[in-house]
Structure formats: C-alpha cells, structure tokens
Nanobody
Framework: QVELVESGGGLVQAGGSLRLSCAAS????????MGWFRQAPGKEREFVSG????????YYTSSVKGRFTISRDNDKNEVYLQMNSLKPEDTAVYSC?????????????????WGQGTQVTVSS
C-alpha cells in the first residue's frame, strides 16, 4: 500500500524559509516522478513543483521559481521542498504526490498517490 507523509510545515514570517519533507512508502519510489501541490483557503489546488525519477530534472510553477527547490533522496524514499523568501501568498496546505508513469507531470490527474498535506502559514 502506498503512503505519503509530509512534514516540516509551520508558521514563518515573510522572507523566511521552511523545508518540507515527504516520506514515501513506495516500493518503486526510485522510478516514480514526484510532485508538490498546494491549496490555499478558498482556492483550487495548484501545482508547485515536480521532479523526475532521477532527481536531475526539477521543474516549477513560475510563481515559485528561484525561491523553491525540489530534491529527492532515492535511498531514503524521500522528496523535499526547500522554500526560501516566503511570501504571505505562499500560505497553503502543501501536499506531495507520486506518479506511476514517467514524465514531467503538472496535472493532478497525472499523480495517483497523495499525502494528507502539511500547513504552511506565512505572516506579513
């Protein structure tokens, strides 16, 4: 059974940093593209960042490019999201997701496994 568990969320002032982690219990983890999504109150869930199975090809939505960094450790079955220069508009529940098919996925439907999410709150 696939399980994704996020951690690392919290309250931070604008300009601060947080590092999110996602522990994945997936036997094929080193072959799974992974992604981070977020959902702010009253808004639809949106793609934030993704990474291919090797970790060599990260990609980001434009609003976080240059501030967030996605990475993965295939030996630990973990994926990370380092978030710097946080802004109040980054406030959301952040969820990690796993895709079962290779590719640079950005759509929710491309990901088959989801974590429960971790709250990130950025105060102004």
């Amino acid at each position: 059974q696939v399980e994704l568990v996020e951690s690392g969320g919290g309250l931070v002032q604008a300009g601060g940093s947080l590092r999110l982690s996602c522990a994945a219990s997936i036997l094929t983890f080193r072959f799974n593209p992974m992604g981070w999504f977020r959902q702010a109150p009253g808004k639809e869930r949106e793609f934030v960042s993704g990474i291919d199975y090797s970790g060599d090809n990260p990609y980001y939505t434009s609003s976080v490019k240059g501030r967030f960094t996605i990475s993965r450790d295939n030996d630990k079955n973990e994926v990370y999201l380092q978030m710097n220069s946080l802004k109040p508009e980054d406030t959301a529940v952040y969820s990690c997701a796993a895709a079962m098919v290779g590719g640079s996925h950005v759509k929710e439907d491309d990901f088959q496994a989801w974590g429960q999410g971790t709250q990130v709150t950025v105060s102004s």
